[in-house]
Structure formats: C-alpha cells, structure tokens
C-alpha cells in the first residue's frame, strides 16, 4: 500500500527488518469461545455475505474515461457494469470519488459529501449504485479519515487562528527549539510536521503536507466522522474499506519515533491508545446499524495484533488488510526478490493466527503496488498468461476473501517508465526530490526500483481494446500513459478468448462462489519448503480439495505427499493432463485443483 519514505539508503538494514511483534500494542484479548450459535455456522463460521464475496478494486481515475477527459469517471464504471459482473465479483470496492485537489490522487479529500468534479455528480454516484444493486453486487467506498486535504473547510478555519472552534480538529504544535515539535518522518519523504505562516504552529501530517492529519482525540471530529458515514450508508453503500485506520490515535505526547522504527514507522504510528475505544464507539454509533462490509487498511498491524481489530466478539472491524504477503517483495521502499516458502508462511500464519471468531482478507496488488503478474508472477511473454492464472488460482483459492485489482483479471503488467516525467504519484516525485536531487541515489537505480515498485505501475488506464489510448478514452490524452502493450492484453480481445486469462478468472471465481470449501473450508500447506510447488488443501466436512501451482518456469515432476492421488481435476491452466497416480508432471507456472 504505501509508498516512499526515503528509504533507498537503508537497503542493507532493512533487509534484516522483522515485520512481526514490535513490543508496542496491547496483548490480544479475545473472550473464550462460546457466544455463537453451532446450528448456524459453517465449519466453526458465522456465515457473512462478506466472507463469501470476491471484491474487485476500481480506481476511479484509471478504470473508464466517459467525456474524453482523459480520466477516468462515475458514468465510465456504470458503463463496464456488465463487464465487471462477467468476471464473477460480487462486491466493488470504489477508491475514493469525493471532491479532491488530488495532492494523492483523491485521498485528500475537500468535502466528504461531494463527488470530485472530474469523476461526475451525485446523480451520477446514485446511478452507479443503482445500477451496482440491480446486478446483485454491493458496493463499498472507501473512507479517508486519517486525514483531510488541507483544502477542506475545518482546515481552512482550523489554520486560521489559535482560537479558531476548529483548531482542535487537527493536530497542532509549537515549535521546539526552533524546530518540528518531533521527529516523526512523512511516507512522502521528509518530516511529518508543517509550520503554518498564520500561527506559527506546526500541523501534522503522515501523508503529504497537503493532507493533515485529524484529531481523532477530539470527539467533534469523531462525531464529524459518524454523521459522514451515516450519510453514505443512507445512500445504499455496503460498507467501508478504511484507509491507514490504525493510524487514527496518535501516542499521548507524541513522543519520538525511536531509532530503531525510523525505517518503519508505521509500526510506531499504528495502533495507539484509544484505537480499540474509538473503532468500537464507530462500530456502535453507526456500523452495529446496518448491515455492511468493513475492510482496515492495517498498514503497521501485526498478524498477532489482528485479532484485537477483528474478532467479531469485540465489535470493531469485519476484517483487516494485513501487509506481510503484498510486501514480501520490498524492503522499505527497495524491491527484494522473494521466495515460495516465505509467501507459504505467511499464509502459514495468517491461518494459524486466526480463528472461527475472524476473518482474513487475500490480496497481492492495488493501487499502492505493483502489478500482481509482474511482481509474484512472470511478466515475459512466454509466461505471462499462465503466470497471472496460477496467481488467480491462489488467491481464489486461498482462505480469505479475495480483493482484485482492476485489470489484474486481464494479466495488465507494470509500466516501462524511463523518466520521472512519466510518473504522476507523489511519493515518487518527492522520493526524487530527496534522493536523486541530492546525489544520494542515482537515476538510473532510481528508475529501475520505480519499474519494479512504483505505485504508478498499477495506476496506468484500463486496456479496454486496441483502439488509441487502449480504449480508456476518447481524448486524445490519458492522464496517466496507457501502457504501450495495450494492443495486445486487453479486455475486448480476452473476453472473446476461451483461454484468456479473463475467462479462466471468471471460471475460478465461479468455482470459488459455487464451493463452501473454498470459503470456509481448513487450510493445510502441504510442503512449506517447496522452492518451486504450492500444494495445499482445502477441506470442508467430506469435502476435500487439492491446489497444485507450479511457481517456476521449469517442469517440475512433483511427489504428492504419501497417500494422496491425484482425484478429479477441477481446472487447470493449462491443457488437461491425465496424470492419476502419486506424481504429477507439472508443466511450467501450471496450475491444477483437483478434487480428492
Ligand atoms: C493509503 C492509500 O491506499 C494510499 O493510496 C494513500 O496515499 C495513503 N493511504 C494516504 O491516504
């Protein structure tokens, strides 16, 4: 999810960052099983819509252009409704579409109850959820609550004077000793504090100075808070996916970021004092009334602090959005190669970690990272396709409910940027400023980890067909460049291909929706040290399943573990095999479930 701090110096020390159990939350206290009712649950769970739904990203800016100016709008989603429904998803989950000066692309946010002007107008928001509703999906939005954009109104007053009634709805400071009250560090690059010419105070902001951080501690800005989402809910949403929520309660007294969290403060910003009381008053004042889907964004949550957040006995959140997988692949900021046995303990953990009581989320891309093919798959063309179906495979068949990212469906793949003048986001302009405009680190090192990480690679339009600018708009340019191999990954193309990756998607969500073992089924890792294969099972009562990936580029002839055969294959990525008995003749980036 997150972006740059200037991290490219601390390569060599991250690499021996552990991103579990800083000594700095409450011990988990989750009250003896016992409250459910057994006739009604599935293998130990309640069961949600929300644990059944597959959830599809759009990013609004980026999915379809309907007035040809070059971004992406409200009237463009409505309009791919059908599309998005052929896939099999059954919830969208909308990035922001509040009014913006878009210093992040919409999560800066200058009024909560407006649509941004270039995505369209209220009428237009009603007929996307109508139109959402009569298809049988649900859409959740996103809530941006961490922070405002320094535009919005409580800030224009909150800046004005010390004795403004909103100067408490923000985080003020006086200056120490000439300096930013503390030394807490932006995800943008430089110091999380701004003074402000009118008072001479300085204001926080995790994020960009244009995005100042609320203050939470203060129950006006809660209640501000409850009465916006009540609005949305009135409206029709399904629910909320929370951006950077653990961040909301600050450490009483703000102290120092210590040395050793400077590389990963979002393990010192997250989970403060008053989190649980403050998810727990929300859940109360307004979730515990409707019937909806919540989502943490828990950047800086540990998988052992998780079930604080989400055990349903505790009435805070459905569900968390736990880093550990979809930033295998980094360290800070840097691309690191990963391997198969990692990814595998970490759905390890997740699992083991969890019980009947909450639920897990899967994901591995959206608008904060790379692509899904290019990062945990094979983006050369020889592999490509089957790559993102072993992917698809996996996260449908994991346990969790799946998150998409918009155009992950059609195998799209990272952006060859060259130049910094291709990139949009503004935590790679401002990592530029502060690493490359200083001779700290090169261009050329620079641009490649931007090919690798850059939150832009994920942010390119929608390849809609092979007409100029990928079909995402009739204008002459995109807000962002369309990725130049739009002539031959895109959706017109692979819709009207049976072997396309968007067709093998929608038949494994299809298979996902159609078998309860997939949802609430256990899951067993069958080899965790397994270089190459990930073998694992999911079993619901009688009800067993295989998941055979091949995640190398080799053919590999894999021994089932002593006792299990290969039963009825379910699906596979490539052309059906026949093998029966213990050994199975993989080909490369080969997917296969079978049932035992
Ligand atoms: C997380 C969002 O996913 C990201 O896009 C954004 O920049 C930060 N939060 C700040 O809102």
Redesign the pocket.
């Known amino acids: 999810?997150?972006?740059a701090r200037n991290t490219f110096l601390l390569l060599a020390a991250l690499a021996l960052t552990s991103f579990s159990s800083p000594a700095l939350d409450e011990p988990t206290k989750v009250p003896s099983p016992s409250s459910t009712n057994p006739a009604a649950t599935v293998n130990g769970y309640q069961p949600k819509w929300w644990k059944e739904a597959i959830v599809y990203q759009v990013y609004p800016r980026s999915f379809k252009d309907s007035n040809g100016d070059g971004i992406g709008d409200l009237k463009g989603i409505t309009s791919e409704l059908d599309y998005i429904q052929g896939l099999g998803v059954n919830v969208i989950w909308l990035?922001p579409h509040f009014d913006s000066p878009n210093a992040?692309?919409g999560?800066?946010i200058r009024d909560y109850r407006k649509v941004m002007t270039e995505f369209g107008t209220m009428s237009d928001f009603d007929e996307l959820l109508k139109g959402v509703k009569q298809r049988n999906m649900k859409l959740v939005i996103?809530l941006?609550v961490?922070?405002s954009s320094d535009e919005h109104k409580w800030f224009v007053e909150s800046r004005k004077s010390k004795d403004n009634a909103y100067r408490d709805y923000y985080i003020w400071r006086p200056a120490k000793d000439d300096n930013v009250p503390n030394n807490w560090v932006s995800?943008?690059s430089g110091p999380a504090w701004k003074q402000d010419p009118a008072t001479g105070e300085y204001y926080l902001h995790?994020?960009?100075d244009k995005?100042p951080d609320l203050n939470w501690d203060n129950p006006k800005v809660r209640n501000e808070v409850y009465d916006l989402m009540k609005f949305w809910l009135d409206k029709g949403v399904d629910g909320f996916r929370m951006?950077?929520i653990p961040f909301v309660s600050k450490r009483e007294g703000l102290p120092d970021l210590p040395a050793d969290y400077m590389t990963r403060p979002q393990f010192f910003y997250a989970m403060g004092p008053h989190l649980h009381e403050y998810l727990k008053e929300m859940n109360h004042e307004v979730l515990s009334k409707y019937d909806v889907m919540t989502v943490g964004?828990a950047?800086g949550v540990t998988v052992e602090q998780t079930p604080t957040l989400v055990d349903e006995r505790r009435n805070e959140l459905n569900m968390i959005f736990n880093f550990d997988a979809v930033r295998l692949n980094r360290n800070g900021e840097a691309w690191r190669d990963w391997t198969l046995p990692e990814l595998k303990a970490i759905y390890t953990n997740l699992d083991q970690t969890s019980n009947v009581h909450m639920w897990n989320t899967v994901f591995l891309s959206?608008?904060?990272n790379p692509r899904v093919v290019s990062a945990f798959g094979d983006d050369s063309a020889p592999f490509r396709a089957a790559s993102a179906k072993v992917l698809a495979t996996m996260l449908l068949t994991l346990k969790g409910t799946p998150f998409i990212y918009q155009g992950d469906e059609l195998g799209m793949t990272n952006y060859p940027f060259t130049s910094i003048d291709q990139c949009d986001d503004?935590?790679v302009k401002n990592a530029w400023k502060a690493l490359v405009l200083t001779n700290t680190v090169s261009p050329d090192v620079f641009m490649a980890n931007v090919r690798k990480v850059s939150?832009d690679n994920s942010r390119t339009p929608m390849q809609w067909d092979s007409s100029a600018n990928g079909g995402f708009t009739t204008g002459a340019k995109a807000w962002l460049a369309v990725n130049p191999n739009y002539k031959d990954i895109n959706a017109k193309q692979e819709l009207g291909d049976p072997n396309s990756i968007y067709n093998y998607f929608r038949q494994m969500a299809e298979l996902r929706r159609k078998t309860p073992a997939f949802v609430y089924g256990d899951y067993k890792d069958l080899d965790p040290n397994n270089a190459k294969v990930f073998v694992y099972t999911r079993t619901l009562g009688k009800e067993k399943y295989l998941v055979v990936l091949n995640f190398s580029e080799g053919a590999v002839a894999y021994d089932l573990p002593a006792g299990l055969k290969a039963g009825e294959l379910v699906i596979s990525n490539l052309a059906k095999l026949t093998d029966q008995g213990g050994t199975l003749h993989l080909k490369p980036w080969e997917a296969r479930v079978y049932k035992l």
């Open positions: 999810m997150i972006p990035s992040d692309n999560y800066d996103d941006v961490n922070h995800f943008f995790l994020f960009a995005q951006d950077v964004e950047f959206n608008h904060d503004i935590a939150r």
